[in-house]
């Protein structure tokens, strides 16, 4: 058994003609939460959709639980346990909350979808109180875990998250991030994009940064909250300075 999660060796993958991935290799722990850092642009956005299998791997192996996973349709990862919360607004705004519930369990049947959602309901009371409402009538926060509550319909062995602080509160991100905790500490594996980084390095377990598509650096969330240099990462290493305490991948 293997203990990584997920594992990207030597991943080629991109848009049309233009790869973004350039032999990505890394490893994200089981029951661990790895942040993906890097400049805008270097491609952690990327590595998510490819994971999900929304772009095509043009070259390498990614494997889920050390099975190669390389080319599995979007619908095969789901039923695999790989859940994706995209970047933005992902709900269905005229429909209510419990109907935004059942199509997140479409891929399950109604009766587990069902017997499901209360059990999901039990980490988001608010959006609970809320269940006939109109998706787009609650906030902003509420609707974030609106979409992880969806995911979380499908039982995810691994949940990628791409910026889910984006348009809340310091407030609400502290819920968000305490909730993927909780779940990562039930031996869930998440997989998440965020700019927010101190916060996020706060509940992280692993780092890695990205730049121009590959890995520069792979390190413990504690060894980055450390470095006094963390900021190069958010604008690439022409900008920073030396490498600090974290671990050069
Ligand atoms: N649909 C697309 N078609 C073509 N190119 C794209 C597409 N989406 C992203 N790209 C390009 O791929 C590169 C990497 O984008 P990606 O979204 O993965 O970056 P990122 O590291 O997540 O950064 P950001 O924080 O800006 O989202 C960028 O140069 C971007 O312009």
Known sequence: MSNYAIEFDDVVAGYKDFMILNNLSFQ???????????????????????????????????????????????????????????????????LSVWQNLELGGITLGARTTHARI????????RVKERLHSQAAALSGGEQKQLEIGRA?????????????????SPMVVADVFKLLRALVDKGTTVLMVEQNVKSALKIADEAIALESGRRVLQTTAAALLDDPHIERLFLGSGHGAAPGKAVAA
């Open 152 to 168: 979380l319909l499908l039982r995810p062995k691994v949940i990628l998250i791409d910026e889910p602080s984006i348009g809340l």
């Open 28 to 94: 994200a722990k089981k029951g661990a939460i790895t942040l993906l850092l890097g400049p805008n642009g270097a491609g952690k956005s990327t590595v998510l959709k490819t994971l999900f299998g929304l772009l095509k791997v043009r070259n390498g192996k990614i494997r889920l639980d050390g099975k190669d996973i390389t080319g599995s349709s979007s619908r095969q990862l789901l039923d695999a346990g790989i859940a994706f919360v995209p970047q933005g607004r992902n709900l269905f705004g005229q």
């Open 118 to 125: 209360p059990e999901v309901l039990e980490f988001f009371p």
